[in-house]
């Protein structure tokens, strides 16, 4: 019988990590390895010198191999950087039938009045993912799916999250330069969502937090629904050039201070706590700016969750509520709901215990959860420059 192997890539701005995982049963996914390789040729998430990145990608793809014992020939892959984004749509449509029971001809075709709403801003960009909001009929909100009901006019908002055509073209290439074929694309805040907050953290209302090292990316879930997502040009590097420009040190000097921020260390530490800080809060104030955009600044109770390579900084959770004025915490990759996640080897504490794997592990997730089937509106991209993921959110909600 054949395996079922499922990896995720995440290529991001400092380092490259790839998680191969086994699906067993339906209720069990085993980590085989954890491979991670600093990144070259990728600057705030894109592609910016194709055999750099091939290089290091090809790298960490053959150390998982190697530890895994087995070969990697497809993988799902997490798109993000400063060129993902998102923009809402709005429309309504009459109903078609006379008895006025809507239909789901109805629904595909008020979806794609808002996909065609969206032409004008979304010059040189992809949809990779569609994601229903909710619905109106003759005006009245509706739960869920409104097949079935009856109505004059069927009214739907829907997100749309994005990415530049060339970026997501660059990445999808760049990958199938090491003879790994990508079997999805996945934004990464989707990705890290799936193991790094709960159902009932999403159904609350919070804002989920990557802090990478060239981007800081946050995705918004209210009733268990992702509502806004937004990335922001700054990183943990911004807090590294601070301490060096601050010290006048060495960046690999830089570095080890902010990481080993509570060792013993030969500067002031209230002066590297000030330096810290000032980033922090500027990186939390793009957040609160944003939050306030969409009307949910102080109005999420499960508050802030921080993840990614940069959650590690001393005093971040105090910094955030402070900030924000919402409960903060530092999440870590966690058992999904509903499923088991079996860790075996030595990849336990690699994995489960830091943040910056919260993505490589959610496309595995994503993965185990997709299975052999694919959408019905996964669309080949090899016409516009290689392919592209539109599906239904709820297919990977807990």
Not at 7 to 31: Q, W, Y
Not at 132 to 150: A, Q, S, Y
Not at 293 to 319: Q, V, W, Y
Request: include cysteine; glycine fraction near 8%.
């Amino acid at each position: 019988m054949a395996r079922n192997i499922i990896t995720g890539i995440d290529a991001g701005t400092s380092a490259i990590k790839v998680v191969v995982a086994e699906l067993k049963d339906d209720r069990h996914l085993h980590i085989l390895s954890a491979s991670q390789r600093n990144s070259s040729g990728i600057r705030r998430g894109y592609i910016t010198n194709f055999e750099d990145a091939a290089e290091s990608i090809r790298a960490a793809i053959k150390t998982a191999e190697k530890m895994a014992a087995v070969p990697i020939k497809h993988a799902y892959i997490a798109v993000g950087g400063i060129s993902l984004g998102s923009v809402k749509a709005k429309e309504s449509v009459m109903v078609s039938r006379a008895d006025a029971e809507i239909t789901d001809y109805d629904i595909k075709r008020v979806l794609d009045q808002c996909e065609a709403n969206t032409s004008n801003s979304l010059s040189n960009k992809q949809i990779i993912h569609e994601i229903p909001l909710h619905f109106k009929i003759d005006n009245n909100n509706v739960p869920g799916r409104p097949v079935g009901m009856k109505g004059n006019k069927l009214e739907a908002e829907v997100l749309y999250i994005t990415c530049l055509s060339q970026h997501l073209a660059d990445l999808i290439k760049n990958i199938e330069l090491t003879g790994v074929t990508v079997d999805d694309i996945i934004a990464s805040p989707l990705a890290a969502s799936l193991v790094a907050i709960s159902k009932h953290q999403k159904e609350a209302g919070c804002v989920l937090a990557n802090l990478g090292a060239g981007t800081v990316s946050i995705i918004v879930f209210e009733e268990d629904i992702p509502i806004s997502l937004e990335v922001f040009p700054i990183g943990s590097k911004h807090i590294t050039n601070d301490i060096a420009l601050g010290f006048q040190i060495p960046l690999e000097e830089a570095e080890k201070l902010k990481v080993e921020f509570g060792a013993d260390i030969s500067v002031s530490k209230r002066k590297l706590n000030d330096i810290i800080e000032a980033r922090l809060n500027d990186i939390f104030e793009l957040i609160e700016s944003h939050l306030k955009k969409i009307n949910r600044n102080g109005l999420l109770p499960a508050g802030i969750i921080l993840t990614g390579g940069g959650a590690g900084l001393f005093s971040l959770e105090e910094i955030a509520k402070s900030s924000l004025r919402l409960p903060a915490k530092v999440s870590t990759p966690l058992p999904v709901q509903g499923q088991e996640l079996n860790i075996i080897g030595n990849y336990k504490d690699q994995v489960i215990n830091d943040p910056g794997w919260s993505v490589a592990l959610g496309l595995c997730v994503w993965g185990m959860r997709d299975g052999n089937k694919k959408s019905p509106i996964l669309k080949s991209f090899l016409d516009k420059l290689k392919f592209i993921l539109k599906r239904w959110f709820k297919t990977f909600l807990p």
